[in-house]
């Protein structure tokens, strides 16, 4: 008898992955103690190689990135910005963009994961300004990198995930009419600022066997 083909998630399930299900995905990724990458984790997380890195492109120009406020996330090598030093690179050189770089904003968090911190997060927001200067104006494109460890900065040349999207504009309620907000119910008033963004879940390969969740313990 064939084996049923395999049907695909159904619509609506998105991957959006907590910060501790990221460092275990990323754990896995490296081989820590005997944790194995999910057998479809590549079908959500793309590997970027080094010349198609998060740094060397504008990032409407990476594979599966939208603007539509959901979030898509990459396995990329952290590479320093220069051959001495620690500093890490996140100027983008794209004459198509002028000068475009990466900007840390806030704190470096610590990611929880079994009660022992296993890695660290960081918030960025993408700067650009015209080739030919002139003060960098923020742009809405934001990342959240992901790096193991308890250090502050990540090691060169390890790997990282990196959750990239671009922020939606906030909507004003002097921008709305009057009768759609009468007729807007009260779970899509407050959808309207979503403050974490979902991924769009791709469709997994067929495969004639069966996997069982991912075990976080």
Known sequence: MLAKEWPGLPKGVKFDPSDQEIIWHLLAKVGVGNLQPHPFVDEFIITL????????????????????????????????????????????????????????????????????QKGCKKIMVLYMSSAGGGKAEKTNWVMHQYHLGTEEDEKDGEFVISEVFYQQQHVKLGDIDEQDITEATEETIIKVDPVTPKSVTPEPPHNERQYSDVDLG
């Open 49 to 116: 190689e080094v010349d198609d890195g998060i740094c060397y492109t504008h990032p409407q120009n990476l594979p599966g990135v939208k603007q539509d406020g959901n979030a898509t996330h990459f396995f990329h090598r952290a590479i320093k910005a220069y051959n001495t030093g620690t500093r890490k690179r996140r100027k983008i050189h794209d004459q198509d963009f002028g000068d475009v770089r990466w900007h840390k904003t806030g704190r470096t968090k610590p990611v929880i994961l079994n009660g022992a």
